[in-house]
């Protein structure tokens, strides 16, 4: 057990957390200053913040050196969600109870668009930094989350891929379009999560 403590305490200190914490503010702010109107619209931007913060969980320099390293990166991007994501989680179910959602169909609504928007920037974050050599991939997952959202709505309605509001059909296509993001972006993220190291030796075999 102590050594699996020594390695959460090193993977904590390596986690950029000033974006995180930032969102979390600013959050916060949100659901104050909007707490007398529609719940969604807060929820929504206070998503959309937690999801980009969430995005530089994967931000590390070494992750170049680590690439050789016995744990693969799979793990390591596992052990540092497993310190990312419950603070993350547990203070916004905190803000969706102060602003309270209109309905048990709006509350699974913002649940469904939270898990979609967390899964879009983990899995930018991942993509971005398996191939950035400073091994940052935060910086790019949260205006990759803006244009992706920006781009949905400019889309009709009825198609469009990650609605932020009422779209032809009721509840339904919002549940199973916000689920579907979510779902590809594990994938995607899971994806991103391979050995460099392996990948490269594969290379080198194929080559000769």
Do not use: K, N
């Amino acid at each position: 057990m102590p050594a699996l403590s020594d390695r959460a305490t090193a993977t904590l200190r390596t986690i950029r957390w000033l974006p995180l914490i930032a969102a979390w503010i600013v959050g916060a702010v949100v659901v104050f200053l909007l707490r007398e109107r529609e719940a969604a619209t807060a929820l929504q931007a206070v998503a959309i913040l937690f999801a980009c913060g969430a995005g530089y969980a994967f931000d590390d320099p070494a992750a170049e050196l680590l690439d050789p390293s016995p744990t693969s990166l799979l793990r390591r991007r596992i052990a540092r969600l497993a310190l990312v994501l419950p603070p993350t989680i547990a203070i916004w179910l905190v803000l969706v109870g102060v602003q309270g959602p209109a309905s048990s169909e709006e509350m699974w609504a913002v649940v469904a668009l939270f898990a979609g928007l967390l899964g879009l920037s983990l899995s930018i974050a991942g993509v971005s930094e398996r191939r950035s050599p400073t091994g940052r991939g935060g910086i790019v997952a949260a205006p990759a989350l803006f244009v992706l959202v920006v781009a949905s709505s400019l889309v009709p309605p009825r198609w469009r891929p990650l609605p932020m509001g009422d779209v032809p059909g009721g509840w339904t296509p919002i549940y199973l379009r916000w689920s579907a993001a979510a779902a590809i972006g594990l994938f995607v993220l899971l994806w991103s999560s391979r050995d460099r190291a392996h990948g490269s030796m594969r290379r080198r075999i194929l080559h000769h």
